[in-house]
């Protein structure tokens, strides 16, 4: 299987979310209505943690039809500034009522590494389809906790890495294969030190944002300011 990319380029970084959010938008109007629910994979990251305070502004949402999950998590204390699951809950959930809050699915990373990583593969394992998934891009071209020069069991949906090369080195990740669940994927690059990743992707080299595929056309975001 091959990529199949579709570069989206902005000049402006707020032209960039606000595209972003209505595509959210309608992805998520359009699987309520046929499924009853939107399930998404959130990526971590200050871009992200705007983008999730914009979901506040969404009209007419009832949340409590999405359903989030987590692409990757670092193995800190639930109360750790580093964790995404926190950043998720400060920047969107605890700011909705009880009624529309959506369903969360965080991973408990601080178990440790090994330990979430089993619990949260067995929740992944029980689902069918992701209506859709946000990743990042590292400098080095990494995407989740999927970092380079790294081995991770692709036969898993979640796996426990260990030894990144960013603090904390021990964190959970999603894999390929998970997302390979998913309707839709959205890479979100934003910033000038992603350049080089990105012609490095353009460039075909193997980084592991390049082993991320889709049945469907992947969506990439980018603004280098």
Known sequence: MHQKLNWKEF?????????????????????????????????????????????????????SNWELYVGDER?????????????????????????????FFPINSEKGSKEAANEY???????????????GLGEDGHTAS??????????????PVSNAPK???DRVSMTPKAFLKAEKIFFIVTGHGKIE????WKQGEGIPASKIMSDNLIDIYCNFD
């Open 75 to 103: 193995c800190l204390p639930v109360d750790d500034e580093g964790r995404n699951s926190l950043m998720i809950k400060r920047s969107f959930i605890d700011h909705l009522p009880e009624d529309l809050k959506p369903k």
């Open 197 to 200: 990743p990105v012609n490095a």
């Open 121 to 135: 593969n067995t929740i992944v394992d029980k689902v069918n389809r992701f209506d859709l998934v946000l990743l």
């Open 146 to 159: 999927l970092f380079p020069e790294h081995c991770w069991d692709n036969q898993l949906n979640v796996v």
């Open 11 to 63: 000049a402006d970084k707020n032209e960039l979310e606000s595209i972003l959010l209505q595509d959210i938008v309608d992805i998520s109007n359009n699987a309520i209505k046929k499924n009853g629910n939107f399930k998404i994979v959130m990526a971590g990251g200050s871009t992200p943690e705007r983008l999730y305070k914009s979901f506040l502004n969404i009209q007419n949402q009832n949340f």
């Open 167 to 169: 603090p904390p080195s």
